[in-house]
């Protein structure tokens, strides 16, 4: 009998420590996004063993549109559209922070499901999966913020940001020379922001930015014309 308590115990504890070889922390299911724009999806991945393991992480069945597309990015390095699966070494004990799947989420209003799985290589049968749901909504009509003849701008949104931002205009004489210029609370240049005139939308990224109060300034022709507070929180 003591024989298989202890065998029974042995079993048991291979087996708690099978399943606790990773695991997929701070899964988030529901994500929602403006058409339009670029949402990222964290994947984290936390090594419980005591060796360095690849894993795979692969977009195993989505329902995504024409006009969306959706890849793997580790930090800013990102993989082409095509490609399904993504493989990481992560060391023992290490949580990798930087991989994404990056949604860009088209045109249309919409929802979507992605389903992901993830496994050590060369071992399948521990594999964990998640899906995640995303609403794809319409944008709602900002008001104005400046109108003249040469150009129409919308208010930079969201604000406050956190990563990035974007702002909205339409350049009405080819000619203008517009652009947005950044600088923090002591006047300290952060960045220029060129608004093309066959564009209608640029993005702010704020990423390097420390939290805290910013100002931007419409320029026409090098003729500051408006200045708006941008708040960053981090």
Known sequence: ???????FCVLMTSLLAGAQQFELPDIQ????????ETLRIPIKIKNHSDKATFYIIRKAQSDLGQSQKGYFCLDKNCLEA?????????????TI????????????ASQHS????????GNPTEMREFTVFVNVMDRVEKPVLFQSKEITIQDVYPNPVQDHAYIEYRIH?????AKLSIHNIL???MDNIELPAHETRVKLSTEEYTAGIYFYTLYLDNNGVLTRKLIVRK
Do not use: C, D, H, W
């Open 187 to 189: 006047g300290k240049p």
């Open 29 to 36: 299911e529901n994500y929602q996004a403006l058409v339009g």
């Open 114 to 121: 992605i389903r992901f799985q993830v496994y050590p290589k």
């Open 173 to 177: 004489q080819e000619n203008t020379k």
């Open 1 to 7: 009998m003591k024989t298989l308590a202890t065998f």
């Open 97 to 108: 922070q930087q991989l994404a799947f990056v949604l860009e989420s088209g045109l249309v």
């Open 82 to 94: 095509s490609f399904s699966e993504f493989s990481k070494r992560v060391e023992a004990g290490e």
